[in-house]
């Protein structure tokens, strides 16, 4: 068997970046950015007023000072005359700063009297004035590749990118197996229960940037295998929930074979996730074989499914992240798999504690709610103690 590391960097070898497409900025969110950006203006594009006020010469500018009001300057109105000694101009916030003033005086500092003002005893420092350029320079680059955030998304804007090039969506397939599911909502036999990894699935994917696309669910034959795989093609990995150990009826990956699956690899020194596949189909579309248990699925979905999806987008780190934290109770020694364990992540200003759940079944759902992360046990790992660093991947809410 493997280890989680090779088995990892042979996923990402199934896969490459998708091609670009340009969309409007509105449809940009969440998608990764496919190539830099230049602003080719600079915001603001002229000084301009961060007050409501009166735009002056800094040499007129002391208290009791009484100047002529020769003009107005609005937000989108600006004023082009020029403010000469002795002189102000009436200016609102984000209003070009007139020639001539290089200070503005806000109206609390002023006393008005027809077309005087008088400044008042007490003046601030500060000019009150945004340079050309104060946020970004006609220059600025927004670089490529990053995943849109709302805050990208005003920047673009600022920028005047009315449409960006973006990663194409990955379109995952997503098949889960098995004689005894049921979709929630349906009435199951007493032998039957409901299909339940794969929402969890379709939403890791959903939120990493992906296109997930549920399948009918597949039974236990070649048949419905066969008709359920002729459906996921066409997209850019098919993923399989369940049927890769080795029971009678886990045929998922012999079913695949006729399709032409070349397997990189099956099995791995991992737990949960054991009966791992990966590989490509014969036209070259990635395909990952999860385990049924709904832990397992879920578990190898953030370690080698999100990785490739992040691969696939563009973006440059693939694996997720992993931290040190404190064990805040002792753990038992570990056997010849990595374990990845359902544990409680607990930060405070001085130190980050981890604690192992008790149950540890790739089955208990209700556990891996409760987890915001997960102890990583190498293999052969000795007994811990109560204070012993280790390694946590932080369970993304
Ligand atoms: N003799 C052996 N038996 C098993 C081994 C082994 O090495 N030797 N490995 C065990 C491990 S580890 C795992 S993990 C499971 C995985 O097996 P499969 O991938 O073939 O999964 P299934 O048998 O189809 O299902 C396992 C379990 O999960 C339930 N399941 C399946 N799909 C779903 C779904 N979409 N939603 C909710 N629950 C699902 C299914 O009913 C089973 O209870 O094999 C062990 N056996
Ligand atoms: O590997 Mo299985 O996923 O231990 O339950």
Known sequence: MISVAEAQSRCLALVRPLHPETVPLTDAAGRVLAAPVKAGRAQP???????????????????GAVLAVVGEAAAGHGWAGQVNPGEAVRIF???PVPAGADRVVIQEDVTRS???????DTLENSTNIRPEGADFASDFTLSAPRMLTPSDLALLAAMNAGHVQVTRKPEVAIIATGDELVMPGERPNPDQIIA??????????????GRARLLPVARDNEASLMTV???????DLIVTIGGASVGDHDLVAQVAARFGLQQSFYKIAMRPGKPLIA?????????????????????CGHLFLLPMLRAMLGLTDHLPTVLRARLAAPVAGNGPRAHYMRAHLAEDETDRRVTAFDRQ??????????????????PHDGPRAAGDMVEVLPLLP
């Open 361 to 378: 079944d790739s089955a208990l759902l209700t556990v891996l709610v409760r987890a915001n992360g997960l102890l990583i046990r190498p």
């Open 196 to 209: 339940s990894n794969l929402f969890a699935l379709k939403a890791m994917i959903e939120a990493a940037g």
């Open 45 to 63: 594009p002229f000084a301009a007023s961060a007050m409501d006020g009166y735009a002056v010469r800094a040499e007129d500018c002391h208290p």
């Open 114 to 120: 027809g077309p005087r003002i008088t400044l008042g």
């Open 93 to 95: 916030t984000g209003a």
């Open 229 to 235: 795989y002729d459906m996921a093609m066409g997209a």
């Open 279 to 299: 590989g490509a189909f014969a036209d070259g579309t990635a395909y990952l074989g999860l385990p049924g248990n709904p832990v397992s699925a879920i578990v």
